[in-house]
């Protein structure tokens, strides 16, 4: 039986389909300073989950490379969302 794979550009769009709709909704119902800091969380649950599934799949038994593709996202995320955004 093969094993279903699940690569890392199919992660990231499911990552921004989910993302951005759950951040416009936290905005609507939180003021700016809480719905910051319930996005930063949701960010990383979402990128935590999402480096789950990828060690899960059986792809990536690395684990020092699975972090290091967590930090990857998380710190260009951050670097665009403070630097250029804001």
Request: hydrophobic share 55%; aromatic share 18%.
């Amino acid at each position: 039986m093969k094993k279903d794979n699940i690569g890392p550009f199919w992660y990231l769009m499911a990552f921004f389909l989910v993302y951005k709709p759950l951040t416009k909704i936290v905005e609507r119902i939180f003021d700016y300073t809480s719905a910051e800091i319930i996005n930063w969380i949701l960010l990383s649950a979402i990128l935590a989950w999402g480096m789950v599934l990828l060690y899960q799949s059986g792809k990536y038994k690395n684990k020092k490379r699975i972090a290091a593709i967590y930090l990857l996202i998380f710190g260009v995320y951050t670097i665009w969302s403070v630097l250029i955004v804001k």
